[in-house]
Nanobody, 122 residues
Framework: QVQLVESGGGLVQAGGSLRLSCVAS????????MGWFRQAPGKEREFIAA????????YYADSVKGRFTISRDSAKNMVYLQMNNLKPEDTAVYYC???????????????WGQGTQVTVSS
């Protein structure tokens, strides 16, 4: 079992930046691949980015490439999402997730956090 807790969401103006954090706890956290997703009102959940826990390989959705950066601090069991040049369409609840699949990027995630709200005003 893996527990995930996100933080760092809030209200920001368009063009601004936010950094989301996700702390992971539980057994063998280092064996999981990590991802960030978001869900806007009335829309399906959308994949944003993924990272391997130890290797540092990353993968991004085209919609955020060049603006968002996923990173991790293995020693602290933390995963981050740095979001720059935010746009109103980035407004959503952002979720951290962990995947136990052996391939990368994952197509299935096994554990989810509770989410953190990001609101971008125009």
């Amino acid at each position: 079992q893996v527990q995930l807790v996100e933080s760092g969401g809030g209200l920001v103006q368009a063009g601004g930046s936010l950094r989301l954090s996700c702390v992971a706890s539980g057994r063998t956290v280092s064996s999981y691949k990590m991802g960030w997703f978001r869900q806007a009102p009335g829309k399906e959940r959308e994949f944003i980015a993924a990272i391997t826990w130890s290797g540092g390989s990353t993968y991004y959705a085209d919609s955020v490439k060049g603006r968002f950066t996923i990173s991790r601090d293995s020693a602290k069991n933390m995963v981050y999402l740095q979001m720059n040049n935010l746009k109103p369409e980035d407004t959503a609840v952002y979720y951290c997730a962990a995947s136990a699949v052996p391939y990368f990027p994952p197509r299935r995630y096994d554990f989810w956090g509770q989410g953190t709200q990001v609101t971008v005003s125009s």
